[in-house]
């Protein structure tokens, strides 16, 4: 059987994409104009890839249900129930996403069975499950991107607030200054979330007014009038107050654990998770919002932000460090001046060209594939071991080394 194939991605619309940013990356116009906000990769039930085998495409969910130990492997199939483990994407926001987080395995087991049971469609836009899993992710950027990210540390989180002068929530605020822990962040991000309509808008009205007069002194207060432009009536505009604001610089990574609470608000990334489109949302969007059920998953701890950077494991390959089990994520830099470049691979893999262009060649049976800007491969299992030669920097999602395995080298 072929052991590598080119893979025909969805790109999935939504409102908060970029019309730009997707296809420039693969080469292609975007006649119609309309948002492009993420590309997948992978085999997830909503949007599975498809593979050319021979003249008919098949979905990669399909191929790995049929083979699953060739294509994902005999370890892989065993420990997560033959099923690809993670999905890579390429992720484009011209706006904002929604504040949101992502539950723990043992939360989405239970919400996706409890709405199962309740008969709620898998499409219906009212829903919070739409799988059994969880979704840890990294998200590294192309381009500078601008994230929230974690619970701010209290005392920077009410420096910022004291510099706005928000008379509106004393209440809250002293709530805070007396239990500067993770009781005293729930109840106050509680309050903020479930407080009266009429009192968020009076709250936003004050907190934008200070913020105008000082959004020369830090990127948050800029971060709270572009939000509550684009959402006037949100109390989530103000969370740049209370979350960690970065800007990564292309090549930096951040890990997000479930639980954590977050937004992606500008940028371009590829974005690498556990396989799973479970969203819990608390404001700045006009989907489907359920702050009782983000309430109850998010864990409740100052974060002191973590920017990672790959750390280089040979001549042309450098991995991004995460605390996921089901996926890691490395960039590869090809270069004429290495010639061929032998890999074995120990598993399921997932490339996406970046720049460039790369030939790869399965070692086994000589099969070659040219990998284009903008194009992805999946390299089952079963090869054991391929070639890549070219000029090219390549997004590689795979499983985890398990104790061992061999990692790449260069002949």
Known sequence: ?????????????????????????????????????????????????MVKIGSQLVSLADLIKKHPQEIIGKSTAAQFNNQLPYLLKVLAAAEPLSIQAHPNLEQARQGFEKENRLGIPLDDPQRNYRDNNHKPECLCALGPFWALNGFRKIDNMLSLMSKLNLTRLTKEIDHIKANPNSSGLKAFFQALMTMSAKQKLAVLAQATAQAAKLSDT????????????????????????FLNLVCLKPGEAIFLKSGELHSYLEGIGIELMANSDNVLRGGLTAKHIDVAELLGSLNFEEKELRVS???????????????????????????????????????????????????????????????????????????????????????KASVPYESGTKEPSQL
């Open 1 to 49: 059987m072929q052991n590598i194939f080119l893979l025909q991605n969805v790109i999935q619309d939504y409102a908060w994409g970029s019309a730009a940013a997707i296809p420039d990356l693969m080469g292609k116009k975007n006649t119609s104009g309309t948002p492009q906000a993420e590309l997948w990769m992978g085999a997830h039930p909503k949007a599975s890839s």
């Open 218 to 241: 830090d990127p948050a207060f800029q971060w709270i009038l572009k939000l509550n432009q684009a959402y006037p009536q949100d109390i989530g505009a103000l969370a740049p107050l």
């Open 309 to 395: 950077i790959a750390e280089k494991i040979n001549a042309f390959e450098s991995v991004y460090p995460t605390l996921a089990e089901e996926f890691r994520l490395s960039k590869m830099k090809v270069k004429h001046s290495m010639g061929a470049v032998s890999v074995e691979s120990p598993g399921v893999e997932i490339m996406l060209c970046t720049e460039g262009a790369a030939v790869i060649t399965d070692s086994g049976n000589n099969y070659t594939l040219t990998i284009n800007k903008g194009a992805s491969v999946i390299v089952s299992a079963s090869a054991t071991q391929y070639r890549l030669a070219g000029r090219a920097t390549l997004y």
